[in-house]
């Protein structure tokens, strides 16, 4: 069973870079076949895909977000990070990890952590 958790601080600055962490267990980020994205949900919107990276370390990003976002990953770890810079109140949102499969969708999430931002 592939469990993923977020971490991060839940009350980010204007202007300031929010850093969020998403911890895979029960499977490997290295796994062939899945990739590994940040999506997140604002109050009262729909779901946003923001970025991923893939099995072999490739990212991919929503050119909504491009400019201001930086998906890494720590192998070591069995994990992979988010930063997006720049942060307005418009990026206040619940953030969730999630796994993908080529072609098959997203499988596994995290239970998501809300993010506010606010001075």
């Known amino acids: 069973q592939v469990q993923l958790q977020e971490s991060g601080p839940g009350l980010v600055k204007p202007s300031q870079t929010l850093s969020l962490t998403c911890t895979v267990s029960?499977?490997?980020?290295?796994?062939?076949?899945?990739?590994w994205s940040w999506i997140r949900q604002p109050p009262g919107k729909g779901l946003e895909w923001m970025g991923g990276?893939?099995?072999?370390?490739?990212?991919y990003y929503s050119p909504s977000f491009k400019s201001r976002t930086s998906i890494s990953r720590d192998t070591s770890k069995n994990q992979f990070t988010l930063q997006l810079s720049s942060v307005t109140p418009e990026d206040t949102a619940v953030y969730y990890c999630?796994?993908?499969?080529?072609?098959?969708?997203?499988?596994?999430w995290g239970q998501g952590t809300q993010v506010t931002v606010s001075s």
């Open positions: 999630a796994r993908g499969g080529l072609g098959l969708g997203y499988d596994y």
């Open positions: 029960g499977g490997s980020i290295t796994t062939s076949g899945y990739y």
């Open positions: 990276i893939v099995y072999s370390g490739s990212t």
